[in-house]
């Protein structure tokens, strides 16, 4: 009986609605790494650079590395953000905002990058008296990543 639950548990459940490789992306190899370096600081600039995000609640104490591969259609959209490792909720972060990223390799192109939170945390006054607010934010660093 138990062995038959095991079996539809894994027949029913589903780990991700998108395929890695997507459709399409078969054949598809890797940037170099001169096109990689220069497509990483693209994305860096468009998710903000050194701006400061509200971090969500829970991520501080979690692995703040996420290395993934940016799948990027011809017409410079993200077809697809498959991860290699990162802990679920700093994946969930991490892909929100690389999800609207748009590039111009100007043909299909997959992306190794590595995406760490970088932590801030800072105090602040209102000035009356002892009322203090501490805010906890983190910036999003994006490097190209090694693959074989």
Known sequence: MLTLLLMFALATSTTSTRQC??????HV???TADDAT????????QIGGSQMWNGPAGLEARPDAVNLDLY?????KVAAICVISGERHVIAAVSKSLGYVKLHPGRPVILP??????WRS?????GYGDLTAEFTS???KVS?????
């Open 38 to 45: 220069a497509l990483a600081a693209e994305v860096q600039r």
């Open 72 to 76: 990027v259609g011809p017409d410079g």
């Open 21 to 26: 490789p997507p459709a399409g992306f078969e």
């Open 138 to 140: 983190y910036d999003l």
């Open 144 to 148: 190209t990543a090694a693959r074989p």
């Open 29 to 31: 190899a890797y940037v």
């Open 113 to 118: 990058l590595c995406a760490n939170l970088v």
């Open 122 to 126: 800072e105090s602040r006054s209102a």
